[in-house]
């Protein structure tokens, strides 16, 4: 999938770094976005890299806006964001095997992001059960979400060429 860099993937990368926003501040008003037990609505996005390698830079981007205008620390902006770049890019990478494209954001993020909550926030459950349950949020939004975003986005018409 070679895709060279011009106004349109500029603009679709944009676009889909606007959308974690919004959904991450929906998830957010529900107490879904940050903490021991978080579903990331905008996890589910990070199956577009299936379709469009401008979606790894938008959702990178869009991690560290929602990160800093949800109030997150910096350490959290940081490596929050690293995780869904890490997660993106396996994506990217399985975008020819979609069944498994989800897997990547799941495990870097249910791997890093423990840490993040018992370093950075003081979180004093074990490792072990912050990977659990941030592991079962990402299920939730990427291998259950993602994938039905990635079957209806299959469907359509060809939006992301």
Not at 107 to 130: E, M, R, T
Request: glycine share 10%; hydrophobic share 55%; proline share 6%.
């Amino acid at each position: 999938m070679k895709q060279s860099f011009n106004v349109k993937t500029l603009s679709m990368g944009g676009a889909i770094a606007a959308l974690y926003v919004v959904l991450t501040m929906l998830a957010n008003a529900f107490g879904l976005a940050s903490g021991a037990i978080q579903v990331r609505l905008s996890e589910a996005l990070t199956i577009l890299p299936c379709f469009t390698s401008s979606a790894v830079p938008g959702l990178t981007v869009g991690c560290v806006l929602a990160n800093l205008i949800t109030g997150c620390a910096p350490w959290d902006v940081v490596f929050g964001s690293l995780a869904t770049l890490i997660g993106a890019v396996g994506t990217l990478l399985l975008r020819r095997k979609p069944l498994l494209a989800w897997i990547p954001p799941v495990l870097s993020n249910a791997v890093i992001v423990p840490f993040v909550l018992q370093k950075v926030y003081g979180v004093p459950d074990a490792w072990w059960y912050l990977m659990l349950t941030v592991g079962a949020g990402e299920v939730i939004a990427c291998g259950v979400l993602g994938l039905i975003l990635y079957k209806s986005l299959a469907k359509a018409p060809k939006v992301f060429q």
